[in-house]
């Protein structure tokens, strides 16, 4: 009986030992993945934020300069494409918006969308935003 006892024992030591195990990896890798995902969530933010800097600088003169705006604004597509699921919510919409009007020439629409996607970028990113 008492040999019973001890392989018992044993028994569910190593199953408690491998549940353990079990449940601390999938723990682990779920902490992995969010780490992943927060980086690159940080670096999309960090690759959009002077994009809308710099069109704001191209359009926020008496004569704007459209072809300029356009220009970044379609070398950068694919990559906004690319990221625009890891970008803050309401940033997507503003990129659109803004490309969009810039096609147009709308400058003021332009101006007032990479205004509006400033605090969101900057809420995610945890900084205070500069004027």
């Known amino acids: 009986m008492e040999t ?18 079990f449940f601390d990896s999938r723990l682990r890798r779920k902490d992995k993945r969010n780490e992943l995902l927060a980086e690159r969530e940080l670096d999309a933010c960090v690759w959009i934020y002077p994009l809308f800097k710099l069109i704001m ?24 494409w690319d990221n625009r699921l890891l970008l803050p919510p309401g940033v997507p919409e503003d990129w659109i918006a803004c490309r969009n009007a ?17 605090p969101k970028i900057c809420k995610t990113v945890g900084i205070k935003e500069f004027p």
């Open 57 to 80: 600088f191209y359009l926020d003169r008496e004569n704007p300069d459209f072809q300029s705006a356009k220009k970044l604004v379609s070398e950068n597509n694919a990559r906004f």
């Open 102 to 118: 810039i096609a147009n020439g709308e400058k003021e629409k332009a101006l007032d969308h990479a205004q509006f996607a400033f």
């Open 4 to 21: 019973f006892h001890i392989v018992l024992g044993a028994i569910l030591a190593i199953a408690g030992g491998v549940i353990a195990r």
